[in-house]
């Protein structure tokens, strides 16, 4: 009898489960690109040690697909799934997910479009484990990186095994707003469940006009929350941990993210360009790390800070490098804070001619573009 492997593509690498239902997490190999949605069991010709993967061309002779996971595990005494956290920019999808995980998972700004790319956060409690999904905003996506962001909620919401449309009830929908919103719900066939977030900061009129709204296009239940104070925050849980379907754990108990170190690490040093820097500045500028010396006190982490044009190095660095000494400063407190490690932080600002446009740069720097870009050139 073989093992079961577990490939998903959220998953970017084979989970192991023994007979016994334990996950062994494989090496480094990333998983081929599986067709449906959400996980899927696979079974191997013979028994695998835990520490061998086979290499991703492999699989196909390899691996041999049983069943569905849902299938496989009906009889599991645990419920597992991915919950898809989706929504307008700046609705408060990110607020939300940290104030699930309890950590300062997901960056968080005032202004709109702060998350770029998927953050996942895994609350394992009891008997069931809760994968969630922060995306980025539901957008209208003007240029290549905002074409991969907008890509990344979409294959969100393919892959959710439950849906979690957060909308910011303190401002009355747009047609903008519901017409995105409508676009990308098309997307998925999961059950849906909608968040009025805000509501610490709504009059009624506009949280009536979104219910309206919602009893008239969606099928769901709707929760009054505020993400940011977290009032009703406990009976939402709640809702989404009943709508999970049975299946076994897919990542250790006590893990809460799937992304490395250096990603949180970047990722806090752009939520603190978007605190400081103002007009494009933000939303031109993505960090990288480039080293990371844990074997040394302080960790060193040096991060190159790219930029589209030399002006915008200009104004990144500031006059005699104050603006970067600030955003030094302000951003290894951060990330001191959450690595609960003294850190010497290297920011490079380097300029990447419009990298936003650019598909080989986007690539390099981390970006999935969706399929059909893939063979176009920019
Ligand atoms: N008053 C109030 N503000 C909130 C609430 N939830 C989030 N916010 C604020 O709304 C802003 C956006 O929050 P985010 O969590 O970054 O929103 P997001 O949906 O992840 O935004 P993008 O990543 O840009 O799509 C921040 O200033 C939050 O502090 C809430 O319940 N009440
Ligand atoms: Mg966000």
Redesign the pocket.
Known sequence: MGEYVVASFHVKRPVWISQAGRFFLSAADPVLELPGRGAQLWRSRETLPPSRSPSPRSWHTELTPVTTLSEAAADSTTKAGYVALV?R???????LLNRFIGEHLSI???K????WQRVTGILTAGSEQLIFL?T??LLEARNLLERAMLGAALEALVEADVVLL?VDV?HSPSRRDVERILWALAETEAPLHVAL?????AGEASIEAWKLWIDQHLTGPTYRI????GSGTDALLEAIRAALPPGPFLYPEDEIASDPVRFFVAELVRETIFEKYHQEIPYSVFCHVEEYREDQDPVYIHVDVYVERKSQKVIVVGKRGAAIRELGSASRVKIEHFLGKRVYLDLWVKPLKSWRKNRAHLGRLGFRLPAEDESTTS
């Open positions: 929504g920019p700046n609705a408060g999808k990110s607020t968080v700004t005032s709109a479009q702060t998350t922060d980025p905003g957060v303190a977030n805000k509501i610490d900061a505020s993400a940011a104070k």
